[in-house]
Nanobody, 127 residues
Framework: QVHVVESGGGLVQAGGSLRLSCAAS????????MGWFRQAPGKEREFVAG????????YYADSVKGRFTISRDNAKNTVYLQMNSLKPEDAAVYYC????????????????????WGQGTQVTVSS
């Protein structure tokens, strides 16, 4: 059984920064591809960023490119999402997701790719 826990959400002013963390247990992180998604009230869950097993390949939604950075520390079994220059439209519940299956780059963007999800962490951005 894989357990996923996000942390680091909170309230920040527009233009500010937050770093989200995703800790996974029950499986060696280096065997997992991982992604961050977000869901705002009344909207569908959307892809934010993804990272492959080694951390050598990363993927971003166009809306966050240049502002967000996904990274991983396999020794700590943790994935991070550094969010800079936050905008009010970034406000959402952010979810960490992971998959144990080998996937193609195009798969990172799809919610159905992922086997396990965390409970989410709230990010609020004030204007």
């Amino acid at each position: 059984q894989v357990h996923v826990v996000e942390s680091g959400g909170g309230l920040v002013q527009a233009g500010g920064s937050l770093r989200l963390s995703c800790a996974a247990s029950g499986r060696t992180l280096s065997s997992l591809s991982m992604g961050w998604f977000r869901q705002a009230p009344g909207k569908e869950r959307e892809f934010v960023a993804g990272i492959n097993r080694s951390g050598g390949s990363t993927y971003y939604a166009d809306s966050v490119k240049g502002r967000f950075t996904i990274s991983r520390d396999n020794a700590k079994n943790t994935v991070y999402l550094q969010m800079n220059s936050l905008k009010p439209e970034d406000a959402a519940v952010y979810y960490c997701a992971l998959t144990v299956r080998p996937i193609y780059s195009s798969n990172y963007y799809e919610t159905g790719t992922y086997n396990y999800w965390g409970q989410g962490t709230q990010v609020t951005v004030s204007s």
